[in-house]
């Protein structure tokens, strides 16, 4: 009793932000790569010191660059032309176990294929690559380029085990943001093995094309917690706003599967050829994932930036592994993020949430975190547990005000006991199942 009193006396409200409001379009390399234009420049990424660095095509543009307190590339060929690149890539054969990405620290299209591609495949692809020009490089990787669902273990929809993304609204229900691969419209989730315990199920999907989807909560609420994703060992990290990655930065994944780790974005609006379909315009990241991570969240200092949706290799060897960015998902299906009133600066007076500027340009890519603490399963901020907060003296004021309101909880009916089972249960799963 004590110990849900505390937890529930320090859980920070939470409140919906749309997607905009923390993207990127004010970032340095992205505002000069608008500016500019696609024929003048060829991407933008972040240096090893944090400064941005943006491709250009002349010399006036890179003056340009260098006068806005940016590095210039001069690079062959534009953005238009990585894109016309990859359009021909697209209007060819789809071969299954292929994928590709502009790299835009090489000014080049990379095609990668997979063990399962066979020779004549690769011969054809690279044939096609060919006529293209000599800015298309071939790659060939280990591994099997796959969705990150995992049908063998305990299942937790439907679909197989996933793992939730970030929870959303629309204002009226709250819903997990997941990926779209996990299962089509109408799969219905649960939150154990044994699926007794209903959680929700998907009302809108995306896959192929795109990899997201919403679970719709069964009970409309995501509960106290919401803004909370779990990243391990009892541990959370709160989100305070939503962005787009930038190529070089340093981010971090979360999954049911694997837990916690990092790695760096590696490239931006990649195509995949999934054995069930192609989905395009993914981030690619070199941060490991494996079975059963499949729609867990891809964010950096905070900022929720993707879904976990597929690639190779493990997190013994490592990878690749692509995140639908949910920036696309939530303009798609018109929901908002739901983050801190902190983030928002409402009842608090905390700092507004970080721009995607601060996120993508003012911090070296090796100097980014996960992002601040949160609350999670009776674990408060600094990792201390609740009661041995209680226990320290300078804390004997407030630990008998909660003592005392506990032994008036005692006093409550059946009724009011199951509810708040429920309403805690509601609470640890928003707050945990990422």
């Known amino acids: 009793m004590v110990t849900q009193a505390a937890m529930a006396s320090e859980t920070p409200g939470t409140s919906a932000l749309p997607f905009s409001a923390s993207g990127t379009s004010d970032a340095p390399g992205a505002a000069l790569v608008s500016r500019l234009g696609t024929a003048r420049t060829a991407g933008t990424w972040i240096g090893t010191d944090g400064r941005p660095v943006v491709a250009v095509t002349d010399q006036d543009a890179a003056a340009q660059v260098e ?10 060929h534009s953005m ?21 990405v502009m790299d835009y620290r090489t000014n080049e299209v990379v095609v990668q294929g997979d063990s399962t591609v066979s020779a004549s495949d690769w011969a054809g692809m690279t044939k096609v690559a060919s006529g293209i020009g000599d800015y298309v490089r071939m790659e060939r990787t280990q591994g ?34 997941t990926a779209g691969h996990c299962g089509p419209t109408g799969s219905i ?11 929700g199920r998907t009302v809108r999907q995306n896959f192929p094309g795109s990899d997201f989807s919403l679970v719709q909560y069964a009970n409309g609420s995501a509960g106290a917690g919401a803004d909370v994703v779990a990243i391990g060992k009892g541990k959370g990290v709160r989100i305070t706003g939503v962005g787009d990655p930038a190529v070089g930065q340093r981010v ?51 900022i929720a930036l993707g879904v976990t949706s597929g690639g190779s290799g493990d997190c013994t060897s490592g990878g690749t592994t692509f995140f639908q960015p949910v920036t696309k998902a939530m303009q798609a299906l018109g929901v908002e993020m739901i983050v801190s009133k902190q983030a928002v600066g409402q009842g608090s007076t905390a700092s507004p949430a970080p721009s995607g500027s601060a996120t993508h340009s003012a911090i070296a890519p090796g100097a980014s975190s996960p992002g601040s603490s949160g609350p999670l399963a009776g674990i408060t901020d600094d990792g201390e547990t609740l009661l041995s907060k209680l226990a320290d003296p300078s804390n004997v004021g407030p630990g008998m005000l909660v003592i005392g309101g ?27 199942w990422s």
């Open 67 to 76: 006068r806005a307190g940016a590095e210039a590339k001069m690079v062959g």
């Open 80 to 100: 238009n032309d990585l894109k016309k690149a990859a359009a021909t890539l697209r209007s060819a054969p789809r071969v299954p176990g292929t994928a590709w």
């Open 144 to 177: 099997r380029f796959t969705t990150r669902l995992n049908g063998a273990q305990p299942i937790l929809s439907t679909g197989g085990r996933c793992s939730a993304g970030f929870n959303v609204t629309d204002g009226k229900s709250d819903f997990i943001l």
């Open 189 to 199: 989730w649960f939150g154990d093995n044994q699926g007794n315990q209903q959680l």
């Open 252 to 302: 971090f994944r979360s999954g049911s599967t694997s837990g916690l780790h990092d790695g760096e974005v590696k490239g931006l609006d990649a195509t995949v050829n999934y054995p069930e379909g192609t989905v395009t315009g993914l981030i690619e990241t070199n941060v490991c994932a494996e079975p059963g991570d499949s729609g867990g969240p891809l964010f950096s200092d905070g």
């Open 406 to 432: 506990s032994l008036l909880a005692l006093v409550a009916t059946r009724y009011i006991r199951a509810e708040q089972d429920r309403k805690e249960y509601r609470r640890y799963y928003s707050a945990t």
